[in-house]
């Protein structure tokens, strides 16, 4: 039996918790089906910084939310519960960090909860991913919300880059069956989109030049019936709804837009089985950035775990 919470990482006690300190299943961890687990890895940054600042912002801005859910209509985290751990230090290299991600991510699944993960940088996928790709080797399906494809095979010597993010998650040791769905890419170099080119047959992308064109019934169609892990770059959004990330690109998804695909999403796969939020980089005394990703991490655990009915007002 694997322990849980795992070894050096704790319980958040309620006040540093996920949501309102208030909220009824505060005291009780043990019994919930989701866990945040926050993961401020902070080390192939590119160009502009502060992702380690991330989990700590998006965990206090979520105490500002409210708990009820407008398109829910009810206190939806009351149906599954939340508990978020509270991490040991990072190791020195990216390799090591990923492997303690890694190595947590498996002691969660193996406990029957959902992995949330958040970022910090989206080289932490290729860690979060493992075992995943363990449990679901026939049929895992990855949805993207990205700017940049992440494709590349190492960046700047890094072969954990957070631009590698998407290939290292592709090419997994002994698992090729993983199908990539990507959404909002506009951002990419040659040689990610020639190894695209290359890999049709597992790769479904909707680029963002596309949009106008872009249905959910076309995005969401590989996902239908199997295990989907949601792995979301706060920069898929556009630059103007969100400028607290790294890498802003222009051109990218409006808020109720992305929400409309993560709940068309939910709905299709047969089970989300995990889920990360990364690259949201606070601006210090901006706090509505701080809140926007909060709100979005409060609507992926109420679609992943929650459902995704709209209006049950009966
Ligand atoms: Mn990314």
């Not at 540093?16 to 866990?35: E, G, H, I």
């Not at 859910?69 to 990072?90: K, T």
């Not at 991600?101 to 290729?126: N, Q, R, Y």
């Amino acid at each position: 039996m694997t322990k849980f919470p795992p070894s050096g990482a704790s319980f958040l006690p309620g006040d540093r918790s996920f949501l309102d300190p208030l909220r009824s299943d505060a005291d009780t961890p043990a019994a919930a089906r989701a866990v945040v687990i926050p993961f401020g890895l902070e080390a192939s940054v590119s160009y502009g910084g502060g992702t380690a600042q991330g989990p700590a912002a998006i965990m206090s801005a979520s105490h500002q939310l409210e708990l009820f859910d407008d398109e829910l209509w009810r206190e939806a985290y009351a149906d599954y519960g939340i508990a978020a751990l509270q991490m040991p230090p990072l190791p020195d290299s990216v390799s090591a960090s990923l492997d303690q991600l890694a190595a947590v991510t498996d002691s969660v699944l193996a406990a029957g909860k959902m992995p949330f993960i958040l970022g910090g940088e989206h080289s932490l996928t290729a860690g979060a991913i493992r075992p995943f790709a363990k449990r679901f080797p026939d049929d895992l399906v990855v949805l993207q919300f990205d700017a940049h494809w992440d494709l590349r095979d190492g960046y700047l010597g890094e072969a954990f880059s957070h631009a590698a993010a998407m290939r290292r998650v592709l090419d997994q040791p002994g698992h090729q069956n993983i199908t990539l769905v990507s959404v909002g890419i506009r951002a990419f170099s040659e040689p990610e989109a020639r190894f695209y080119e290359a890999n049709r047959k597992r790769m479904h992308v909707h680029f963002g030049h596309d949009q106008a064109r872009w249905t959910l019934d076309e995005i969401v169609a590989p996902l239908r019936g199997k295990p989907v892990y949601i792995t979301f770059d706060i920069d898929a959004l556009d630059a103007h709804v969100m400028p607290a990330t790294g890498t802003p690109v222009p051109g990218g998804l409006g808020y109720q837009q992305a929400l409309e695909i993560l709940r068309a999403a939910c709905n299709a796969a047969g089970q989300v089985v995990g889920m990360d939020l990364v690259e949201f980089a606070p601006i210090a005394n901006f706090h509505a950035f701080d809140f926007t990703a909060a709100q979005l991490a409060a609507k992926m655990l109420n679609y992943a775990l929650s459902g995704t009915g709209r209006h049950s007002l009966v």
